[in-house]
T-cell receptor, first 112, second 116 residues
Framework: GENVEQHPSTLSVQEGDSAVIKCTYS??????FPWYKQELGKGPQLIID?????GEKKDQRIAVTLNKTAKHFSLHITETQPEDSAVYFC???????????FGTGTRLKVLA | EAQVTQNPRYLITVTGKKLTVTCSQN?????MSWYRQDPGLGLRQIYY???????DKGDVPEGYKVSRKEKRNFPLILESPSPNQTSLYFC???????????????FGPGTRLTVT
């Protein structure tokens, strides 16, 4: 079946450095790619998303890139801060369905 | 306050004892979904509903049932729970409209279920 691979599973960075999380999806019909942030003890929260007709999207310190040919998409966080520490999930959805396929998550630790 | 609520937040039960986890949203959202979260496996979709009386299977529907009789509620039913259903469960909802509207999910706080 469809799946989304996410790497790395854990990532530690120094405050102020950049963090990159990568995902690969299998279903070529996927066309919507959100990223969620989950803080300890809470449900995931959408932080940014990208559609298949766009190669890059930026929102302040967060950016997402998409390579449809390679079926890769990545989350980039610049100037990381301690409050960026959380688990991040990527996901892929196929338009016309409501079937969400999530990656396995990346635990990001920003060291002060 | 716009929110998705789940009850109970914590539940310890025994194998075979039927249970229901309730989910309610006050945002008039059409779409609702249930997920389970397990270490190393991320979030896996159990069932989803695109409107009242419309439900469909996600990736891991075995052992679960859902119903959508009202727009705001989407209960998850475990008819005969087993230890492999021990997990953290999340309910989520989103509105109809643009693709972004449909896919921007609002998650509840989670229900931690232990089946012994």
């Amino acid at each position: 079946g469809e799946n989304v691979e996410q790497h790395p599973s854990t990532l530690s960075v120094q405050e102020g450095d950049s963090a990159v999380i990568k995902c690969t999806y299998s279903d070529s019909a996927s066309n919507y790619f959100p990223w969620y942030k989950q803080e300890l003890g809470k449900g995931p929260q959408l932080i940014i998303d990208i559609r298949s007709n766009v190669g890059e999207k930026k929102d302040q310190r967060i950016a997402v890139t998409l390579n449809k040919t390679a079926k890769h998409f990545s989350l980039h966080i610049t100037e990381t801060q301690p409050e960026d520490s959380a688990v991040y999930f990527c996901a892929a959805i196929t338009s016309g369905t409501y079937k969400y396929i999530f990656g396995t998550g990346t635990r990001l630790k920003v060291l002060a | 306050e716009a929110q998705v609520t789940q009850n109970p937040r914590y539940l310890i039960t025994v194998t075979g004892k039927k249970l229901t986890v309730t989910c309610s949203q006050n945002m008039n959202h059409e779409y609702m979904s249930w997920y389970r979260q397990d270490p190393g496996l991320g979030l896996r979709q159990i069932y989803y509903s695109m409107n009242v009386e419309v439900t469909d299977k996600g990736d891991v529907p075995e052992g679960y049932k859902v119903s959508r009789k009202e727009k705001r509620n989407f209960p998850l039913i475990l008819e005969s729970p087993s230890p492999n259903q021990t997990s953290l469960y999340f309910c989520a909802s989103s509105r109809s409209g643009t693709a972004k509207d449909r896919y921007e999910q609002y998650f509840g706080p989670g229900t931690r279920l232990t089946v012994t």
